[in-house]
């Protein structure tokens, strides 16, 4: 149960930033313009209901943000609030990225992240 709060927690601050980066226009997606990536209990309910999302892509977004929220165990709020910023640096061409390269460079991101953490 804890492990599932922490997720919920790092859930919505990633969704958060992602949010902030579509509206910026950092990142570009026609599939999310309106920044409309659910909520952590909502996608739980949708992951587990067998109504599928309107979207196969739109899925698979948002999973992919969990796998980011679920890799980012051990990592602190301020890192956390950091990740999208380093993960952006560590692209190849950031400007204009699709969500889904942003959110599986996130994922490798946080991972070197979390290996840096000293026991």
């Known amino acids: ?21 579509l509206r910026t226009g950092i990142l570009s997606d026609s599939e ?8 952590f209990t ?13 979207a196969a892509t739109r899925l698979n977004l948002c999973k ?3 796998a980011a929220a679920e890799a980012c165990e051990g990592l602190s709020g301020r890192s956390l609030r ?3 910023f380093l ?10 990225c699709e ?6 460079k996130m994922i490798e991101t946080s991972r070197r992240e979390c290996s840096e953490i000293p026991d």
């Open 1 to 21: 149960m804890l492990v599932l709060q922490h997720s919920k927690r790092v859930y919505e601050i990633l969704r958060s930033c992602l949010v902030e980066l």
């Open 32 to 39: 999310f313009q309106d920044g409309d990536f659910p909520s």
């Open 42 to 54: 909502s996608l739980r309910e949708q992951l587990n209901s067998t109504v599928i999302l309107e």
């Open 64 to 66: 992919q943000l969990l």
């Open 82 to 84: 950091k990740l999208p």
């Open 87 to 96: 993960t952006h640096a560590a692209l190849a061409n950031p400007f204009g």
């Open 99 to 104: 969500p889904g390269k942003f959110l599986h």
